[in-house]
């Protein structure tokens, strides 16, 4: 639920994204671009705030692409495909590499 206006927002990152430009709040200047629906944050960049909306959704939003398991941090789902799935990418390729 928005703070400011107190409509329903579905828990999802995009549609709560989308009202934290959209809300009927009077914005002082632009860097209340986004503002948050609950809390005092807000910003210019929508990078920045679908970041910000994701820590109070807790979502994962990093899925494992060969078991489908769901990680918070990049970090995390990077070791974890190196140790299960023993997938290297490589940085400067990009390619993945299978080590047998
Ligand atoms: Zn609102
Ligand atoms: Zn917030
Ligand atoms: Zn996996």
């Known amino acids: ?33 986004h503002i948050c629906f609950t809390c005092d944050y807000h910003t210019y960049m929508s990078e920045s705030m679908r970041r910000h909306i994701r820590k109070h959704l807790g979502e994962k939003p990093f899925v494992c692409q060969y078991c489908l398991l769901t990680f918070s941090r990049k970090d995390r789902l990077n070791s974890h495909v190196k140790v299960k799935h023993h997938i290297y990418k490589s940085n400067l390729s990009g390619i993945s590499i299978v080590k047998k």
């Open 1 to 33: 639920m928005c703070q400011y206006c107190l409509c329903n927002i579905n828990k999802v990152t995009e549609e709560i994204l989308k009202h934290t430009k959209s809300c009927e709040y009077p914005r002082p200047d632009v860097s209340f671009n």
